[in-house]
């Protein structure tokens, strides 16, 4: 069972800049792909990006393309969102994932992943 705690949320003017971190407590973390999602009020749980076990192979919602970075750091079990220019419609609870093996889902569903954290807020302000 993998355990994930986010963290490195908070309230950020509109352009500003966050960086989420995603600590993973598990020895095999280099074996799994991970993503990070986001749910607004009254929204359902929305893709945000991807990374590969490697980390050699990332993807992106449209929506946070060329403004949001996903990396990892497999020495250190972290998955981290580097998130630029950000925008009142980025504010949501955070949450990282580990992508299940064979699931058959889509790898931007959320029933591709399993193991979610507890979530980070990003209040975005205009």
């Known amino acids: 069972q993998v355990q994930l705690v986010e963290s490195g949320g908070g309230l950020v003017q509109a352009g500003g800049s966050l960086r989420l971190s995603c600590a993973a407590s598990?020895?095999?973390?280099?074996?799994?792909?991970m993503g990070w999602f986001r749910q607004a009020p009254g929204k359902e749980r929305g893709f945000v990006a991807r990374?590969?076990?490697?980390?050699?192979?990332?993807v992106y919602a449209d929506s946070v393309k060329g403004r949001f970075t996903i990396s990892r750091d497999n020495a250190k079990n972290t998955v981290s969102l580097q998130m630029n220019s950000l925008k009142p419609e980025d504010t949501a609870v955070y949450y990282c994932?580990?992508?299940?093996?064979?699931?058959?889902?889509?790898?931007?569903?959320?029933?591709?992943?399993?193991?979610w954290g507890q979530g980070t807020q990003v209040t975005v302000s205009s």
């Open positions: 598990v020895d095999t973390f280099s074996t799994y792909a």
């Open positions: 990374i590969s076990r490697s980390g050699g192979y990332t």
């Open positions: 994932a580990v992508e299940k093996r064979n699931s058959g889902a889509i790898y931007y569903s959320p029933l591709a992943y399993e193991n």
